[in-house]
């Protein structure tokens, strides 16, 4: 008796109304069906029929095969099957976990070793090499595994071409339609961009990042071309396209999008506006550029997600992601980047890369630095470029950090420092914040003093600061002579240091130690300490640039008994492991946060 039939009788007979539900329902999977009624004998003898009298489903192809060591070709996988799953155990371990799923029916692996479009080399010669071994490969998969084979050494001696060119420094070729001359170094950035289409550019800052897109998005006929930046530097990216490419129609209000423009420049906030975002959404930009993409390290917000379905609908070809400091915590900070440029797949995917590169999921993570050597070669082989300073721009004068004692109004800043105490003590990381706030408050006077000193000289002088009070205590203090960014137009501020009278720019340590060029000043004042060495070099770079014609000095002053003295030996002793990501070495990871406690302990230690 056939499955079907008996089914049939159990659907209309069975004295079980659930029976007569499930069978009375059109059989598609006779093998459940099979076991379902195994589990019946009351019911089918109630019906007349001994389950022995029905015929077993016919075994699937796959099945029939699990009695031979198999290997076979399966659309873009290759499927392993054996009787005992420990005959390819060796070959199992040889591929990442988040590329292989067990199929129990059949006994077999489904080896999923096509990523991005890109096949593994590595798994297709482990395939091949079953053969050799003993297991049963047909002639026509043998022939589609070595096409394959093929293809991919291709691809494998294409990427090695691209990691030596990965930190080169000149490169033959000629951009069309450009005004300025670029350095070698930068030809170099878009030789291997012309290449890769989708790339991390993570030069030093100071290097010319934004000159370099430029030349990319011309050499490649990158339009339309949308670049999304801060907010602060948009005035600036225009200023850039039109003195490079001055036939190129640019704008930056995305209601023009309904026009025919060449390049639309926008900023990060602008895509929260769901006006805005349906408008650059329905043009199909053929290159996307992010500067400053450390924006979207974290690839849950709405910002992350919004840059991701531009790219995805528009279907860009070319996408650029420009940071001179792509990682500041740990390597979960390339995986925004990384999904946009849609080149997770390399890893086998966000959760293997965090497995593997991160130390796992949650808040106590630890990643091996072991890996991290890894992890940067195979970034360079697909899309990630670093030069810096020191081997591109010999005749930049070299930048120094000098620490200077500063005096405190010991006054204020024992009565400042007695309220956070007594309101924040519970609370390492606010105290902190506040108490390097406080002393920055009671160093005015002697900023007072040191900052005329410097005019004096002639020269012209940055200062950073963290704490709005704190900028605008310094900018009332040197108003004659001063501009501050946050007094409306960022960009004005700025024109009017590097090329007016303004001898003093205030500048937030938050906000401002990105993008901007002020290579008008070879003194840098940092009032107040940031947390990681990385945000330090940020700020000191804004005139330690292209440009720079003197030898920049930061200065950083100290006061004794204060939080500024313990923050900088933190960042002092965490350099090296800051930096270490991108040389692919590294033991450790520090963060902002593990900074702000590890300040908090030493200080506590201190006072008592």
């Known amino acids: ?17 659930i029976d007569r539900q499930i069978f009375s329902a059109k059989i598609e999977n006779e093998e459940l069906a099979y076991k379902l009624m195994r589990d019946r004998s009351n019911s089918l003898e109630f019906c007349g029929i001994q389950f022995k009298d029905i015929d077993p489903p016919e075994l699937k192809k796959e099945v029939q095969k699990s009695k031979k060591k198999v290997v ?11 009787p005992q799953s420990v005959d390819f155990d060796t070959y199992l371990r040889s591929i990442p976990i988040m590329a292989k799923r067990h199929m129990k029916r059949a006994n077999a692996w489904r080896i999923i070793f096509v990523h991005g479009g890109e096949a593994d080399l590595g798994m297709i010669n482990a395939s091949l090499q079953l053969k050799d071994v003993g297991w049963t490969i047909s002639d026509e998969d043998m022939k589609v595994l070595i096409d394959w084979r093929g293809k991919a050494l291709a691809r494998e001696v294409e990427k090695a071409g691209l990691r030596n060119d990965s930190r080169s420094t000149e490169a033959d070729i000629d951009i069309k339609g450009i005004t300025g001359v670029p350095r070698p170094y930068q030809l170099a950035g878009v030789s291997y961009f012309a290449r890769a289409k989708r ?36 005035t600036n990216w225009v200023r850039e396209i039109r003195k490079w490419i001055p036939n190129r129609r640019v704008t930056d209000d995305p209601r023009e999008c309904v026009l025919p423009i060449n390049v639309l420049v926008t900023n990060y906030e602008k895509l929260l506006n769901d006006k805005n975002y ?105 899309c990630y470029m670093r030069r810096l300073k020191s081997q591109v721009m010999h005749e930049l004068p070299p930048k120094q950090i000098i620490k200077i004692d500063a005096e405190v109004d010991r006054n204020l800043y024992r009565k400042l420092e007695d309220e956070i105490m007594r309101e924040h003590s519970e609370n390492a990381g606010v ?67 590097q090329m007016g009278d303004a001898r003093i720019i205030v500048c937030s340590l938050s906000a401002d130690a990105e993008g901007h060029n002020l290579t008008a000043a070879s003194n840098v004042l940092m009032m107040e300490p940031p947390w ?13 640039r292209m440009g720079q014609k003197d030898s920049v000095s930061a200065w950083i002053p100290v006061a004794p008994s204060t939080i500024h003295s313990h923050i900088y030996n933190i960042i002092d002793e965490k350099r090296e492991v800051s930096n270490a990501l991108v040389d692919g070495t590294i033991t450790s990871l520090p963060s902002k946060e593990n900074a702000k406690l590890e300040a908090w302990a030493r200080y506590q230690k201190e006072k008592t």
Not at 1 to 17: C, D, H, N, R, V
Not at 72 to 80: H, R, S
Not at 532 to 544: P, V
Request: aromatic share 8%.
């Open 1 to 17: 008796m056939k499955i079907k039939e008996a089914a049939k009788i159990l659907g209309e007979k069975s004295q079980s109304p």
């Open 199 to 234: 790339m991390i550019l993570a030069d030093e800052m100071g290097l010319g990042k934004t000159i370099i897109a430029i030349c990319c998005a011309q050499h490649v006929d990158g339009y339309p071309l949308l670049v999304i930046t801060k907010a602060k530097l948009v």
């Open 278 to 382: 349906e408008l650059i959404e329905s043009v199909d930009w053929k290159m996307i550029v992010l500067d400053e993409s450390t924006r979207i390290k974290n690839h849950t917000t709405k910002g992350s997600k919004n840059c991701r379905d531009i790219a995805k609908v528009s279907g860009a070809d070319y996408r650029l992601c420009l940071s001179g400091t792509p990682v500041d915590n740990g390597p979960e900070d390339y995986m925004g980047p990384m999904i946009f440029l849609d080149r997770m797949a390399l890893f086998g995917g966000t959760n293997q890369f965090m497995i593997r590169y991160c130390g796992g999921w949650g808040r106590h993570r630890r990643a091996s630095g072991s890996l991290f050597p890894e992890l940067l070669e195979k970034l360079e082989k697909n």
């Open 431 to 497: 105290a902190t914040s506040l108490l390097r706030r406080a002393a920055a408050l009671a160093m005015m006077d002697w900023a007072d003093e040191w900052v005329n000193q410097v005019l004096e000289n002639g020269e012209k002088l940055i200062i950073f600061a963290h704490h709005i009070d704190v900028q605008k205590e310094l900018y009332k203090r040197f108003s004659k002579n001063a501009v501050w960014t946050r007094m409306g137009d960022t960009q004005k501020a700025i024109d009017s240091f």
């Open 532 to 544: 990681t060495s990385t945000r330090l070099d940020q700020a000191i770079d804004r005139a330690h």
């Open 72 to 82: 076979w070709v399966d659309g873009e996988n290759i499927m392993v099957q054996s």
